[in-house]
């Protein structure tokens, strides 16, 4: 049972495996639903396909599953595999040639960036590697040397700095080091919906971590989704997705160390090369599952001042912000959505119109 007491109800952001609680209070109907656990990028993703005959919702997981495996071994940022070779590459000076898959999800993360005005930037691996991040396990309490974090973010890896030649790719600047991570997750339950929906599930919820896409609905009802509380055990509230919709959540709760009494959060300032302080999580409700992780992060960069411009520049309208002082921000695309906790929300939440986007968004093609 969820804190809320929701059914079918998925919490959303960072709670690990978070919980689907299906059918409580009909225990006397068969579960209509199948389950899988499965495994992409550290994280466990939930999968429940509603619905479908047994033989071809296990078929479909199989394939899901087996698609994580190879977007595990070709995207990750630290472990042995073709993110790696073409790593190994750049530093090098040379250029390495990717699958057309890693080619197309590098050139849409170059746009994304772009349109971040540079807050999303995947080419930022070598500082996420220094601030201790690409380790399974959190890193613990040690500071980098701040002389060593200035002369690498002086050095500005940037995905513009990106050379596209078909699927050969190199970079104009060898300290551009790609962790896909911050849109990784997105991009790769996009390619599993897509895939589900080939193999003829039409209902279906893919769930890593808090970060949800859906597909179709559960019978009569939508997929019902709670954003964590980030200060307390439980959520602030729930929204019902549509077919197709997908909920991000970037939190500096996630994956952090304490150093001082401070938190040094996983999310990176690609300009500073500090990690982001004073925002603990963003919330993105969109029908792109890599462009909502993406926002989700870029926004969290942003900061409480900046945020509307960049989602505006994003193409995103729907999201929750929440600052580390507790104040709740949200657009109305968001609020008209989501769904106060039991009791209501901890704090009154406060409604940002969205800007017209920048002539800066206008970031020009490959
Ligand atoms: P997310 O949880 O989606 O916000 O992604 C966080 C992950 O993205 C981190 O663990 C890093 O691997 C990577 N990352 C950190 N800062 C950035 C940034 N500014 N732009 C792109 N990726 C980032
Ligand atoms: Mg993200």
């Avoid at 009802?221 to 602030?236: E, T």
Wanted: glycine fraction near 12%.
């Amino acid at each position: 049972m969820t804190p809320l007491g929701l059914r079918r109800t998925v919490i959303a952001g960072g709670l690990g495996i978070a919980l689907l609680c299906f059918g409580a209070g009909r225990a006397a109907q068969p579960d209509p639903d199948h389950h899988e656990t499965l495994y992409v990028f550290g994280t466990l993703v939930e999968l429940v396909i509603h619905g479908a005959e047994d033989s071809a919702a296990r078929e479909a997981s199989a394939e899901v599953g087996a698609l994580f495996q190879t977007l595990h071994r070709d995207w990750h940022a630290w472990e042995a595999g073709e993110l790696g070779e073409l790593n190994a590459a750049i530093a090098e000076g040379g250029a390495f040639r990717t699958d057309a898959r890693l080619a197309d999800l590098l050139r849409e993360g170059a746009a994304l960036s772009c349109l971040s005005g540079g807050r999303f930037d995947p080419a930022i691996g070598a500082l996420v590697a220094l601030w201790g991040f690409h380790e399974d396990s959190p890193p613990e309490g040690e500071m980098p040397d701040a002389a060593a974090v200035a002369a690498l973010a002086a050095r500005a890896p940037r995905m513009s700095d990106l050379r596209f030649d078909g699927d050969t790719v190199g970079s104009v600047n060898p300290a551009v080091q790609l962790d896909l991570g911050g849109y990784a997750k997105g991009a790769a339950l996009d390619l599993a919906g897509a895939l589900l929906q080939a193999r003829g599930i039409g209902d279906a919820v893919l769930n890593a971590g808090g970060d949800v896409n859906v597909i179709g609905s559960h019978g009569d009802r939508a997929w019902r989704v709670a954003i964590r509380d980030p200060f307390v055990w439980g959520a602030v509230g729930a929204i019902s997705l549509a077919p197709g919709e997908v909920l991000y959540t970037s939190g500096n709760y996630e994956r952090f160390f304490e150093h001082d009494g401070a938190r040094f959060a996983h999310i990176i300032d690609p300009r500073s090369g500090w990690p982001v302080q004073e925002i603990v999580s963003v919330s993105v409700l969109d029908t792109d599952g890599s462009r909502a992780d993406a926002a989700a992060t870029a926004l969290s960069v942003a900061g409480r001042h900046e945020w509307p411009q960049v989602a505006a520049d994003m193409g995103v309208d729907s999201v929750l912000m929440i600052a580390d002082d507790g104040t709740m921000l949200a657009t109305p695309a968001m609020i008209a959505r989501l769904e106060p906790a039991a009791g209501g929300f901890p704090q009154a939440v406060e409604i940002v119109q969205l800007p017209p986007p920048s002539a800066g968004a206008r970031c020009a093609e490959d």
